[in-house]
Nanobody, 125 residues
Framework: VQLVESGGDSVQAGGSLRLSCVGSGYTFSSYSMGWFRQAPGNEREWVAGIWPATGRTFYADSVKGRFTISQDNAKNTLYLQMNSLKPEDTAMYYC???????????????????WGQGTQVTVSS
């Protein structure tokens, strides 16, 4: 199983980025997917999640209304569209796949079985 993120970059505050995560080696649509981020000195933080079977999406309050998670099952690809970026969004962003993620565990990184290597997002003021 492999997850590969891309799309990270350095942008000015107010800008946009779209992150991608390509999965391989498993049935993409069978796993719940999530985006996490980790800034230096901080714990890893859940950002958004999606249940491929239903397309239902979930967001952390800090990104709601600015970020959009989506998927393309035909391409085994997960996306995170990030708009109105703020300096506090600066972090390494990771995608993750979990076989048994529930509403009670969606924020818990231990619920996810597979992780990508991360892609860096830097937002300057």
């Amino acid at each position: 199983v492999q997850l590969v993120e891309s799309g990270g970059d350095s942008v000015q505050a107010g800008g946009s980025l779209r992150l991608s995560c390509v999965g391989s080696g498993y049935t993409f649509s069978s796993y719940s997917m999530g985006w996490f981020r980790q800034a230096p000195g901080n714990e890893r933080e859940w950002v958004a999640g999606i249940w491929p079977a239903t397309g239902r999406t979930f967001y952390a309050d800090s990104v709601k209304g600015r970020f959009t998670i989506s998927q393309d099952n035909a391409k085994n690809t997960l996306y995170l569209q990030m708009n109105s970026l703020k300096p506090e969004d600066t972090a390494m962003y990771y995608c993750a796949a979990g076989a048994w993620v529930t509403l009670a565990t969606i924020l818990n990184d231990k619920s996810y079985n597979y992780w990508g290597q991360g892609t860096q997002v830097t937002v300057s003021s």
